[in-house]
């Protein structure tokens, strides 16, 4: 297993480079969008947020009830905190890759933005079950992953000439840092999380797919809402799906 602790090196930066960046500032709120629909008129839910990282959806969670946000890096939790005026929200660290501490029940599991894909599938089936005993009966999970095909990134690194990192989601051989990264498809998270049903999956970032895209996102104002209809065969950056306790 490697260590996620990469992530408290990052926590200050992470921010500028990727949440306040034109192509996950779009991301994210395509994102907020297509959950917003999904959690419509709810108001007092207990919503727990796994890998919360910098707590970017911090604010738009507590919409929908009490948060209790959690990641494995202090440093990240820190700048979450940070954000909140108030005691809002509950922090507390929890490292995916061992089982939960938590006495009480959730209505809805929250992961944003590829934290479970620094988790390796065998520790995700452990997590299948663990995720269910945390929620309520009709329980539901809204977890983002990195999608397993990318077809802008690859397009840009083969282009490149950078052959390892065009082909890095296929290959299962992929690196942040010293971390190990796996990407997944919808087949497997539906596998995996045998427990749950699949009840609606959304993708972004199939133009806006990585930091070499701002420029011209920005420049061309792509905010991808016209291009929603590409997704499915283009292959995106994200996919979002919603999974519903059996
Ligand atoms: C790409 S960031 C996403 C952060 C946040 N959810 C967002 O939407 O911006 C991935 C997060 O996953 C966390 N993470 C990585 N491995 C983890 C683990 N084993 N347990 C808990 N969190 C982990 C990292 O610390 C980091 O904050």
């Not at 520790?123 to 663990?130: A, D, F, H, P, Q």
């Not at 840092?177 to 990407?183: P, S």
């Not at 009840?199 to 061309?220: D, F």
Request: proline share 3%.
């Amino acid at each position: 297993m490697s260590d996620p602790y990469i992530f408290d090196e990052k926590a200050k930066e992470y921010d500028k480079e990727f949440s306040h960046s034109y192509f996950g500032k779009i991301q994210r709120q395509n994102i907020h969008t297509f959950v917003s629909h999904q959690l419509q008129g709810k108001t007092d839910l207990d919503v727990l947020e796994i890998n919360c990282g910098t707590g970017e959806d911090l604010l738009f969670l507590c919409k929908y009830g009490k948060v209790t946000a959690t990641d494995v890096s202090p440093k990240m939790l820190h700048q979450a905190e940070a954000k909140l005026a108030k005691n809002e929200v509950e922090f507390t660290i929890w490292d995916l890759n061992k089982p939960p501490a938590f006495q009480k029940k959730f209505d809805l599991i929250f992961s944003n933005f590829g934290g479970l894909n620094c988790i390796t599938p065998e520790r995700l089936i452990e997590l299948n079950k663990e995720f269910r005993n945390l929620l309520d009966p009709g329980g539901l999970m809204i977890l983002t992953f990195m999608h397993s095909w990318s077809l802008m990134e690859f397009l840009y690194f083969f282009n490149k000439l950078m052959w390892k990192k065009a082909v890095r989601r296929l290959s299962k051989k992929a690196k942040y840092h010293d971390l190990d990264i796996y990407y997944y498809s919808a087949k497997e998270v539906k596998k995996i999380f045998a427990d749950f049903h699949l009840e609606e999956k959304y993708a972004t970032g199939s133009l806006l797919s990585g930091a070499y895209m701002n420029w011209l996102g920005k420049k061309l104002k792509i905010t991808e809402k016209k291009t929603q209809w590409l997704f499915p065969f283009w292959g995106a950056d994200h996919r979002v799906y919603v999974l519903k306790k059996r």
